[in-house]
């Protein structure tokens, strides 16, 4: 398809509506690497120039991303978050538009560690109830979540976590005002497990952000562990 030179809008704002299309109807994927400069303007006979502005500007909208030596491709699911402001996962997704999902990997009663008794409050002859799950934004593996509830919870086990907000349920079944506490944000990388499960290499560099969840008074109802892939979210302050 060949680009109209004898039209008023510049040659590089067709070649990037033509682009910026494509990329709606799915012709060029999120993750996916798009034609050279070369190739595209073989394809549109137009400049290399002409090629190179018009993914200059899409790639400042953050629609696109260039990697050095690999080439552009259309830019993947990036959430952003405040760190600062307490907002569950799902609606992260949903206020940036993305549909939120989940897999329960595990839902079990287990015998309190050392770290849950540090955390939760909790003695050590007490169980938690151990909850993990992937977490996905417009069906890509984003994070990987592990929550240790206190045995307030543990109704927990026989609901299905799939695919919902565990915040929601805890509001609306166990009527309760959630707060964040003690949060911290590290720097992690990826075990062979939490590898296989977001799609990623072994050791590949992961956000950890860990906090304590408690109820409207204060008391602990659940120690959480989320490990995010880095690339795929942007924290704000």
Do not use: W
């Not at 939120?100 to 939760?120: F, H, S, Y």
């Not at 993990?132 to 417009?138: F, Q, S």
């Not at 915040?167 to 003690?182: Q, T, V």
């Amino acid at each position: 398809m060949k680009l109209d030179a004898q039209e008023s809008q510049p040659l590089y704002k067709q070649l990037e509506e033509k682009l910026l299309q494509d990329i709606e109807q799915g012709v060029y994927k999120k993750g996916e690497k798009i034609p050279t400069e070369q190739e595209l303007s073989r394809m549109y006979g137009v400049s290399r120039i002409t090629v190179r502005k018009a993914l200059a500007d899409i790639t400042e909208r953050g629609i696109l991303e260039r990697h050095a030596g690999k080439g552009t491709y259309v830019a993947s699911v990036k959430l952003k978050r405040s760190i600062a402001t307490f907002m569950s996962f799902t609606e992260c997704c949903e206020a940036q538009g993305l549909k939120p999902g989940a897999r329960t990997i595990k839902n079990v009663i287990e015998d309190a560690t050392p770290e849950d008794c540090q955390q939760l409050g909790i003695a050590e002859e007490e169980k938690v109830l151990a909850v993990e799950r992937i977490r996905y934004a417009d069906g890509v593996p984003v994070s990987f979540e592990s929550g240790r509830f206190t045995e307030e919870y543990f109704a927990l086990l026989y609901e299905n976590l799939n695919d919902c907000s565990l915040f929601s349920i805890l509001r609306e079944k166990f009527g309760l005002s959630l707060k964040s506490e003690r949060n911290v944000l590290e720097l992690d990388f990826a075990s062979f497990e939490i590898s296989r499960y977001l799609e990623i290499p072994v050791r590949y560099p992961l956000l950890l952000m860990s906090g304590l969840i408690t109820d409207g008074d204060g008391k602990s109802v659940f120690y959480s562990k989320q490990y995010i892939v880095g690339d795929k979210f942007k924290f704000y302050l």
